[in-house]
């Protein structure tokens, strides 16, 4: 037996603006050199250390800015979430960093791409998922929207 994907084939993978990657990148970058420079004039060890966890701290956030936004499958979407407290009693399953909406549970987004709007499975409602597709190009944007409405169109 062949191994399927359960969304099936990815058709397009989205990240944040060039422009916001790189602006926060050399800023986490400098931080990091910054409390990393530290480490040599700071004579305590706990001064130290702390200088390490910033500069730690930093390379997370590089490495979590360069991170997908938006999976694009054939069969549905996943987006990368706001975690908090509203995100537990949203009524939506999340599991770790993503969301996932199949095309025909969509009602659409904020105007500040914040917030996704679902059908909410259960109660027939509809409710509110916090996003981060806020920092998207707006090509990628009209993109996403183009792509969710031709599969909705479809089904």
């Not at 397009?12 to 931080?31: G, K, P, Q």
């Not at 409390?35 to 706990?46: K, R, T």
């Not at 701290?57 to 054939?74: F, K, N, S, T, Y």
């Amino acid at each position: 037996m062949e191994d399927k994907p359960l969304c099936g084939r990815t058709n397009m993978v989205l990240y944040n603006s060039r422009r916001w990657t790189i602006a926060v990148s050399l800023f986490y970058s400098a931080c990091a050199a910054m409390a990393l420079i530290s480490l040599f004039y700071v004579p305590d060890f706990i001064l130290k250390g702390a200088a390490v966890g910033i500069a730690a701290g930093c390379i997370w956030g590089i490495h979590r800015i360069h991170r997908p936004v938006c999976i694009i499958c054939e069969e549905a979407v996943f987006m990368e979430t706001v975690r908090g407290p509203s995100a537990e009693f949203s009524g939506y399953p999340q599991g770790g960093f993503y969301a996932s909406a199949s095309y025909d549970e969509i009602l659409g987004f904020s105007d500040d791409w914040k917030h996704m709007y679902l059908k909410n499975p259960g109660r027939g409602e509809m409710t509110s998922l916090r996003i981060r597709l806020s920092m998207l190009s707006l090509k990628d944007k009209e993109k996403l929207r183009d792509y969710i409405e031709k599969k909705q169109r479809q089904t």
